[in-house]
């Protein structure tokens, strides 16, 4: 039997051979933001250079009894909500709870965790605490000491996770040591990529690249079969979403007026899909409105634009930048949401940009029950996930840099590297069938996000500057934070930038996957309950309204930077279709409207509070509420303070700079300590939402003095136990 090799080419021998076949790792982790993912994709990076076999996945993708077959299991675990396992992980957590499971049926298992969790927060680390406890007590032995990361860390999560993650490699060396002649990996040797993204062959060279009719080279020239209705009212006719936000004024220009529409409509389609057609095809394809003057792509699909399409453009020619195109991704439990309102809330000459938006999204086909609709629902406290894009701009700007011009138009498709990989794409990645590389940095890669250590690593291999090669690598070195800190976090420079810093890198365009960050999801509280979910139009369509504060400021470089979200919400404009997907936490319980209530909330937290009172309005006995709110000023950031009166609600504000003295919420609660005590005792619910850090906690503390000054309790302690004892406290601080 011949010896193994290692990825520098060294032979191990047989036994070396023998020994690598058992150094096998599983890496799970419970993600909410990807920072959990994060951290599982170092630590898997950190174990392949000690020549271990990983397989890494989130926690729901295993059965229990897949623990057995690793000789080493690490789990990667945030703590969310109320001190909850995020929804990825859950499915696992509640397998580990079965009371039929013997009590040592993972006594196989040796395992480590890591959690990640914000301080202020009151169940902070629980989830990784609650996971940690019950492995042990189905008889699973801790190979490693768990290791907690916080938020508020004054180095983040690197502040904890570097000191742990290098403490365990030495604990590996040690421990499992690498056979005699068989060195680590050393940081100067490329790991191979896990996915890659590789042209789609051409069947027809004669053919312009048009995604949306080479996907069906080789079928009939039938029509499209239509999506599924995706239905608003619209007077007495129904229409779908999309057909009805595009189509409205693309109808102008086509076929509106035929006697027979419904035929003309046909001919159209056939004659769009047929291989001879030269006309130009008004869909939404970025690639096929690069090739038109002006633009056309928010026109409707199936019409065909008999003359040039430049005199029918939608496209404002005068705007500042082009905006990203409206595609709809295929995400999986993802709904087409209609904007219906986009409004900035405070005055234009205040500080920061804050907006109200409102949906519409409708019911969709039941898929467990055949000819029922299943409609969008939700409760308070539940959030929903926006899902951004690039803009052209940036987008170019990366093309030109990495000279990938020839290529950027061209259909794609992802390629797994490892055999026996679940998907052939990374996680979270849900490109449009047969994406364009320019379609794929549109819609699916992050080009704009802080960039992390691995990022510098990685390019590090791509330029042949020997100096710029020399200063990547530093920024990659742990050892190394404060200049990495400096350069990367403290003035927000994102990935392009760094790539215009090191013009001589230039990436492989086969290597996007492995290098950019998949583009992920912005979670957003819920603004809205009660009766403000119905639409006044259609009992098919849920209303959903959230209050954004938008992320734009200018760095310790004077430079201003724009969160990529916030950029994307504030462009979007009334009429738009997106996608967005609903997420549920265990949060205002319904009983909770029965209840008095104490709610404090500053700024933009008012919005789980606001969805709440409005549910507390449907119940006949609903208790008295009372709401501790905070801004800057209040002609400029009292949020629906239109509303508190009709919904009975007493307020009572804290605008820091309406006087000489700044006044917060927690200077509130000591003077209103009498009220705050008569709540109390009278077992109100306490809502703590708002901005995390320094304020939870300060919030807590006046709680705690309030009761106190009321004499009902003696000091902080005993009055910590008392509150947590007699009220239900719900937190939700981001």
């Known amino acids: 039997m011949m010896g193994a ?30 920072n959990s993912q994060d951290l599982a994709g170092d630590l898997e990076r950190l174990a392949e250079r000690l020549h271990f076999r990983t397989t890494v996945c989130e926690m729901n993708d295993v059965e229990l009894t897949s623990l057995l077959r690793y000789p080493l299991v690490i789990f990667v675990v945030s703590t969310t909500g109320q001190g909850e396992v995020p929804q990825n992980a859950l499915k696992f957590w509640k397998s580990l709870l079965r009371k039929r499971l013997p009590p040592h049926c993972l006594r196989q298992v040796r395992f480590t965790t890591f959690g990640l969790g914000d301080s202020s927060y009151t169940k902070y680390n629980w989830a990784v605490r609650k996971l940690h406890k019950r492995l042990e007590q189905l008889g699973a032995t801790e190979f490693y000491p768990r290791g907690e990361a916080d938020e508020r860390h004054d180095d983040g999560i690197d502040g904890s996770f570097l000191p742990w993650s290098l403490s365990l490699r030495s604990h590996l060396l040690e421990v499992y040591p690498l056979p005699r002649g068989l060195s680590p990996i050393s940081p100067e040797v490329q790991l191979p990529p896990k996915f890659t993204i590789e042209l789609v062959p051409n069947m027809d060279s004669s053919d312009e690249p048009m995604p949306d009719r080479d996907a ?18 619209n007077g007495d006719r129904q229409q779908p979403h999309q057909e009805q936000t595009l189509d409205r004024t693309a109808a102008l220009f086509s076929h509106v007026d035929a006697s027979e529409p419904k035929l003309l409509e046909h001919a159209l389609r056939v004659e769009r899909m047929s291989i001879n057609n030269n006309a130009y095809s008004a869909r939404l394809s970025e690639q096929t409105a690069a090739q038109v003057p002006g633009g056309i792509d928010t026109l409707d699909r199936p019409n065909v634009l008999r003359d040039h399409p430049e005199k029918y453009s939608l496209v404002d020619s005068t705007a500042k930048e082009p905006l990203p ?10 709904w087409p949401a209609l904007l219906r309102e986009n409004r900035r809330v405070t005055p234009t000459t205040h500080w920061q940009d804050v907006r109200h938006l409102v949906f519409e999204v409708a019911a969709q086909p039941n898929t467990a029950r055949k000819g029922e609709l299943c409609l969008f629902s939700y409760v308070p406290g539940d959030a929903v996930v926006i899902y951004p894009k690039n803009f052209p701009a940036d987008v170019q700007t990366l093309i030109d840099l990495m000279g990938w011009q020839d290529v950027a138009d ?13 998907s052939s794409t990374p996680r979270n990645c849900y490109p449009l069938p047969r994406s364009t590389l320019r379609q794929l940095l549109l819609h699916n890669y992050d080009i704009t996000a802080i960039p992390k250590r691995v990022f510098f690593e990685d390019i590090a291999f791509y330029t042949d500057d020997s100096t710029h090669r020399e200063r990547l690598r530093e920024f990659a070195n742990p050892g190394l934070s404060d200049e990495f800190y400096d350069y990367t976090s403290r003035p927000r420079r994102s990935i392009l930038e760094v790539l215009q810093d090191f013009p001589s890198v230039k990436i492989p365009y086969q290597h996007v996957p492995s290098i950019f960050p998949v583009m992920r999801g912005r979670e957003y509280s819920i603004a809205s309950g009660g009766s403000l979910l119905k639409s006044e139009d259609n009992h098919h369509v849920t209303r959903l309204e959230i209050l954004v504060a938008l992320v734009k400021y200018k760095t310790v470089l004077r430079k201003t930077r724009q969160g990529l979200c916030s950029r994307y919400l504030a462009s979007l404009q009334p009429g738009t279709v997106i996608n967005l997907s609903h997420r549920e936490y265990d949060g205002l319980e319904a009983s909770f409207c ?3 209530l104490l709610a404090i909330a500053p700024g933009t937290g008012v919005a789980p509070i606001r969805a709440h009172l409005w549910d507390r309005r449907e119940e006949p006995q609903a208790g008295e509420a009372i709401l501790f709110f905070g801004g800057r000023n209040q002609n400029a950031d009292f949020y629906f303070k239109n509303e508190w009166e009709k919904l009975g609600i007493k307020v009572i504000t804290a605008f820091s700079r309406d006087q000489e003295e700044k006044i917060y919420v927690q200077d509130r609660i000591r003077q209103n300590a009498p009220l705050v005590c008569d709540f109390i ?3 109100a619910a306490i809502c703590i939402c708002g901005s995390s850090g320094k304020m939870p906690e300060a919030v807590r503390l006046a709680l705690y003095d309030a009761m106190v000054m009321g004499k009902m ?18 937190e939700e601080v981001w």
């Open 5 to 34: 090799e290692d990825i520098n080419g060294h032979s191990t021998g047989q036994d070396g051979a023998a020994q690598l076949e058992d150094r096998r790792m599983l890496i799970l982790y419970g993600s909410v933001t990807g």
């Open 216 to 233: 069906h080279v080789g079928g009939s020239n039938s029509p499209d079969p239509l999506p599924p209705p995706i239905t608003v009212q």
């Open 325 to 334: 195109p409206a595609d709809l991704l295929p995400i999986p439990k993802a």
């Open 410 to 422: 061209q259909p794609f498709e992802h390629r797994a590297t490892r055999a026996g990989m679940i």
């Open 594 to 596: 029965r209840r008095p």
């Open 681 to 683: 005792q009278r077992g």
């Open 713 to 730: 309790a003696p000091d902080h302690e005993m009055a910590k136990k008392i509150l947590h004892s007699t009220n239900p406290i719900w």
